[in-house]
């Protein structure tokens, strides 16, 4: 019997780890700006000015170029600096910055960070902003801090944009 009580302990333990829902979250944000996609861009890129304005992202170093590995420090509300180094999937101007980190190996814990710009033709661009976490540890992830980080930079990117 004992047996058995092990076996099926290590069996949901295993199906917690390994099932696709506590394995993968995803955070999805989005923004109306009255702003061409060109000004967006520019404010978005300019990783220089982001301690002066970005609430979330404290700062971003290195070359930002497709394949490259850059630094990237964030602060979620409520939460401590977290410094990564990401490497960049997508650079294309006016469009789509991505980027995706690793912590320790890939697997265990991946972050696939993406910010979206689509032009609506009327001098206004929606902004989305998500990422997708995969990994064996995603399921112990509590991603309510990092989704207000989000919606904070968006605020604040639109303020600025729209000035």
Not at 107 to 129: A, C
Request: aromatic share 12%; net charge neutral; hydrophobic share 35%.
């Amino acid at each position: 019997m004992y047996d058995l009580c092990k076996v099926i302990q290590t069996e949901i333990i295993l199906q917690y780890f390994f099932n696709t829902k506590t394995m993968a979250k995803e955070i999805k944000t989005e923004i109306l700006i009255k702003a061409t996609p060109e000004k967006i861009w520019s404010i978005l890129t300019n990783f220089s000015e982001y301690p002066n304005w970005n609430p979330f992202i404290k700062s971003v170093s290195g070359e930002v170029k497709a394949g490259n590995k850059i630094t990237v420090k964030i602060e979620p509300p409520e939460s401590k600096l977290m410094t990564f180094e990401p490497t960049i999937l997508t650079f294309q101007a006016n469009k789509e910055l991505k980027w995706i980190g690793h912590l320790l190996f890939q697997g265990l814990f991946d972050g696939e960070h993406k910010f979206e710009l689509i032009d609506n033709r009327n001098d206004t661009t929606t902004f989305k902003h998500s990422e997708k976490f995969k990994g064996i540890l995603v399921g112990f992830l509590n991603l309510e801090n990092t989704k207000k980080g989000f919606q904070s930079m968006n605020e604040k990117l639109k303020e600025l944009a729209e000035e």
